[in-house]
């Protein structure tokens, strides 16, 4: 079975600065995908970013990047140039690559960004 | 809008009761995922359905069924309501289901208050 862990139930940052939050997975999988969603107070759940296992390269998506340690089960995401609009809860979230695609979600990180 | 429409926004009904809630994927996602996301189990993966068949079912009641239509929109279930299946419930969808793996987009929602 697959776990996700956030450590950090809470973080701020001040606008325009940066954070970066951390989560970490247990798996005996070599084949998956992790991900980083964003729930703001509207509660939608709004994909931030993907990163496939297989690549080395660690995914950016404007201001938003992952340091994946695949060896380290390590998945922190970084949001540089902190807005208004990144507060949410972040969920970081692991999917087995084919076959049954349940996501197994982390409980989640509150991110308040402060003018 | 991550184009996963839910129905309805809002619900409240007694112990006891059944409600229905319905969820329609983007245009050309065939497969549709079900979570249920409360206090205090965070998200939970449910269902998900693949081109109207089950493929894989997670932490999800007996009182709870599912299904997927032909037009690919799918209902959630729910009966013999209880206070603690209060929560919010999410629809997600995607292009696969079978052995590729795709990203998950999430509709907004449903909110259910069992009183």
């Known amino acids: 079975a697959q776990t996700v862990t956030q450590s950090q139930p809470e973080m701020s940052v001040q606008e325009a600065e940066t954070v970066t939050l951390s989560c970490t997975y247990d798996?005996?999988?070599?084949?998956?995908?992790l991900f980083w969603y964003k729930q703001p107070p509207s509660r939608q759940m709004i994909l931030v970013i993907r990163?496939?296992?297989?690549?080395?390269q660690n995914a950016t998506e404007n201001r938003f990047s992952v340091n994946f340690q695949k060896a380290a089960k390590s998945f922190s995401l970084k949001i540089s140039v902190s807005q208004l609009g990144d507060t949410a809860m972040y969920f970081c979230a692991f999917m087995v690559s084919g076959g049954y695609q349940k996501v197994t979600f982390g409980t989640g990180t509150k991110l308040q960004v402060i003018p | 809008d991550s184009g996963v429409t839910q129905t309805p926004k809002h619900l409240i009904t007694a112990t006891g009761q059944r409600v229905t809630l319905r969820c329609s994927p983007r245009s050309g996602d065939l497969s549709v995922y079900w979570y249920q996301q409360s206090l205090d189990q965070g998200l939970q993966f449910l269902i998900h359905y693949y081109n109207g068949e089950e493929r894989a079912k997670g932490n999800i009641l007996e009182r709870f069924s599912a299904q997927q239509f032909p037009d690919l929109h799918s209902e959630l279930n729910l009966s013999s309501l209880e206070l603690g299946d209060s929560a919010l419930y999410f629809c997600?969808?995607?292009?696969?289901?079978?052995?590729?793996?795709?990203?998950?987009?999430f509709g907004p929602g449903t909110r259910l208050t069992v009183l």
């Open positions: 990163q496939e296992a297989y690549k080395q």
């Open positions: 997600a969808s995607s292009v696969a289901g079978g052995m590729s793996t795709d990203t998950q987009y």
């Open positions: 798996t005996s999988e070599n084949n998956y995908y």
